[in-house]
């Protein structure tokens, strides 16, 4: 079985990065991770088992008190054992980071697409009415549990098939616009993570002209690939379309975890399908595209977007590590994070994506 939800932002390894709240001291010299602070107990802290299944009960579910803790670091997501039943999966959506109004968006675009007989797992209607539950101070939605594996992109009629369900995603997405979710941009995902790490002396002192001076002229020049990419148009997209947001079931991809959907250019959902070298990413773009034009017109000039993309994401994963670095899980689960190893690679990786965007786009053959 694996998790529907959150296999995506929450922990992304170095393919990943390549496909795409708290004060600290800032001494450098040792490379060992800055401790967060512990004065405050973060608000998961209190969502004990117990919790759960309280929380599933309110909601009129039976459950026979078993519960498994699934793979999620952004939120956090659960199954629970059901009396005469299926297990449920259960997403306890981190505290102040979407509003109501913005989580209920989400869920009724996937709903949308499940319509449409789109694969997505919608969040249950409980009640048949409501689709986002409140217990305790927390926010949660309920699940189908899926099974699935992971997609094999290797195989290039899988990429053919992944290609004609992002565009019928993308089909759905561009009928309507969002009211409440945020846009990509470059001040969201790379300006305001820039300016939270400066802030909140994440960079070590040391590295701090050379991080200032490399962030800002990769941000000047992502700016000049947006603007210059203006008329490219902007719909509903997944938002974090990698191979880990995808389950593989009966030959079709079932796309989970919307809980980064924004409004966006089709590109998002694409590229980080993409792995290899120059000519590896090439071939697979076109089997990809190829599907994807039987349901919806692929926009060649979004090409163009590929690289820019790509640095928005690792600039994003370092400020959305820094930014949750108060959750206890963090620090456990990425203790590589804040040392003065991981700033000195991280603004090395920053320097080659700054050369990336000199190349040229890949092209459709």
Request: net charge negative.
């Given at each position: ?225 947006f603007a210059r990419n203006a008329d490219i148009k902007k719909i509903r997209i997944h938002g974090d379309c990698h191979p880990g947001n995808v389950l593989w079931r009966d030959e079709v991809p079932n796309f989970v975890d919307f809980d980064d959907t924004v409004t966006g250019p089709a590109i998002q959902d694409i590229w980080m399908m993409l792995s290899g ?89």
């Amino acid at each position: 079985m694996v998790n529907i939800n959150d296999t995506e932002d929450d922990e992304l390894d170095e393919d990943a990065l390549c496909n795409g709240n708290t004060l600290f001291s800032d001494k450098e010299e040792s490379d060992e991770a800055k401790e967060p602070p512990s004065m405050l107990v973060h608000p998961y802290q209190r969502l004990s088992p117990e919790r759960v299944l309280e929380a599933m009960e309110s909601v009129g579910v039976q459950t026979d008190a078993r519960i498994l803790a699934l793979n999620s670091y952004e939120n956090r997501v659960y199954q629970v054992g059901v009396e005469d039943g299926p297990p449920l999966i259960v997403k306890f959506y981190r505290p102040a980071r979407w509003s109501r109004e913005q989580i209920l968006e989400e869920h009724r675009f996937a709903q949308e697409l499940a319509d449409l007989e789109i694969p997505v797992v919608p969040p249950l209607a409980l009640n048949s009415v409501d689709t986002l539950y409140e217990f305790d101070g927390f926010s949660f939605s309920v699940f189908e549990r899926l099974a699935g594996r992971a997609p094999e992109l290797d195989n290039l009629d899988n990429l053919l098939v992944m290609g004609r369900f992002i565009a019928r995603v993308h089909a759905v997405g561009s009928t309507a616009q969002f009211q409440h979710r945020i846009d990509l941009s470059v001040d969201t995902l790379a300006i305001q993570g820039r300016e939270f790490l400066l802030k909140n002396a994440f960079i070590p002192e040391s590295l701090i002209p050379a991080y200032e001076t490399l962030s800002q002229d990769l941000i000047d020049k992502l700016q000049e690939i947006f603007a210059r990419n203006a008329d490219i148009k902007k719909i509903r997209i997944h938002g974090d379309c990698h191979p880990g947001n995808v389950l593989w079931r009966d030959e079709v991809p079932n796309f989970v975890d919307f809980d980064d959907t924004v409004t966006g250019p089709a590109i998002q959902d694409i590229w980080m399908m993409l792995s290899g070298d120059r000519l590896q990413r090439q071939g697979q773009l076109a089997e990809i595209v190829d599907g994807y034009n039987e349901f919806f017109d692929f926009n060649p000039k979004e090409l163009d977007l590929v690289e820019a993309l790509r640095a928005l994401r690792i600039m994003h994963y370092s400020a959305w590590l820094a930014r949750r670095w108060e959750d206890p899980a963090f620090p456990m689960s990425f203790p590589w994070f804040n040392t003065q190893r991981y700033w000195a690679e991280h603004i090395l990786e920053l320097r080659e994506q700054l050369s990336a965007l000199d190349e040229p786009p890949l092209r459709l053959f």
